[in-house]
């Protein structure tokens, strides 16, 4: 069979026009499913595949987007993550079904204008900012000029720029409820609340807790997100009390697994000795002995959505923020 070697030789093969056959091997919802699958496998029996580059420059465009990881004020922490791993690979497939490259830059921000140059560089046609830190006000700086921009994270009423995200604060309150239904009476919270989505998780289970009339007893470690920092943290708060927690709240499944770690070098097991809970949902901490018990998002819904929404403000767009509803999921741990 011989190759079909351009659009206008694919589409008099399927007795369309060109433009048509454009549309349907771009997706577009404005054609047919049964149209968009028909040309599609024309083009994969002749082995047509489409010359991207040529199309980028027609368009005038790069073909690629950018995700930023700012790891804000916690310099040590790192883009291995494994939440920053799973979301960019999501974000990657997402990406690649749309033909588009993906760019990765992980940035300890400097100054208050970092993200512009990133922006405004024109190395990419927009921005999927994987995580707000301590950077909300930098994050609604940019987008007040810089419109295809999107943001993993906290949604706050009034804000500039678009978030995808869970609703944090009632992933917390759903993971305080879950302890006190456990019998847990002296909690704590182990996260830095200096950035907004910890910072709503927080106060999420504060309400939960003052609803019990026991909110003044709950106590705060701020501890940083990285494994190894993570784990000093909490070892050096235990060290520090007499009074073990019965139930812990993790910022982080990572930060959850730390604390498995810390713990048991202190000689308390979970769930015999206390009751642990993380946030995130990720695969790692089912492998965890005990599996972790999480306040669980949908990631690859999420990831859609930012691909979906940053894709809509390149092409000039508005696109609404997304808050999604975060899950319990209840594993060996509490």
Request: contains cysteine; neutral net charge; hydrophobic residues 45%.
């Amino acid at each position: 069979m011989a190759q079909v070697r351009n659009l206008r030789q694919l589409a008099a093969l399927a007795g369309v026009s060109a433009s048509t056959v454009s549309r349907a091997l771009a997706d577009s919802p404005k054609l047919a499913k049964s149209t968009r699958e028909m040309i599609r496998s024309l083009a994969s029996e002749n082995m047509y595949h489409r010359n991207v580059t040529a199309r980028n420059l027609r368009n005038k465009c790069t073909g690629s987007i950018g995700v930023v990881v700012p790891m804000g004020a916690d310099a040590r922490a790192s883009a291995s993550d494994p939440f920053f791993v799973t979301m960019f690979g999501l974000i990657w497939d997402c990406a690649l079904s749309r033909d588009l490259n993906v760019f990765l830059w992980r940035i300890s921000p400097a100054g208050d204008d970092w993200l512009g140059a990133f922006g405004e560089a024109g190395r990419v046609d927009g921005l999927i900012i994987l995580g707000q830190a301590d950077q909300f006000d930098a994050i609604e700086k940019v987008s007040s000029r810089y419109h295809p921009l999107v943001a993993w994270g906290a949604n706050v009423p009034g804000q500039v720029h678009c978030s995808v995200g869970s609703d944090n604060r009632l992933g917390g309150r759903l993971a305080a409820e879950h302890l006190l239904e456990r019998g847990c009476r002296r909690i704590v919270f182990l996260g830095d609340p200096c950035g907004i989505e910890i910072a709503d998780r927080l106060a999420g289970c504060r309400d939960a807790l003052q609803g019990a009339d026991m909110e003044h007893r709950l106590r705060v470690v701020p501890v940083r997100f990285g494994a190894r920092a993570a784990y000093d943290d909490i070892a050096g708060f235990l060290r520090s009390t007499n009074d073990v927690p019965d139930g812990v709240i993790a910022a982080s499944d990572l930060i959850a697994m730390s604390a498995l770690n810390a713990f048991a070098e202190s000689g308390f097991v979970a769930p015999r000795d206390f009751r642990l809970i993380g946030f995130d949902g990720l695969a790692v901490g089912e492998l965890a002995t005990p599996a972790i018990s999480t306040i669980s998002q949908d990631l690859a819904a999420g990831a859609g959505h930012l691909v979906d929404r940053l894709l809509r403000r390149i092409a000039g767009e508005d696109a609404d923020s997304v808050i999604m509803a975060p899950e319990l999921k209840i594993r060996q741990s509490t």
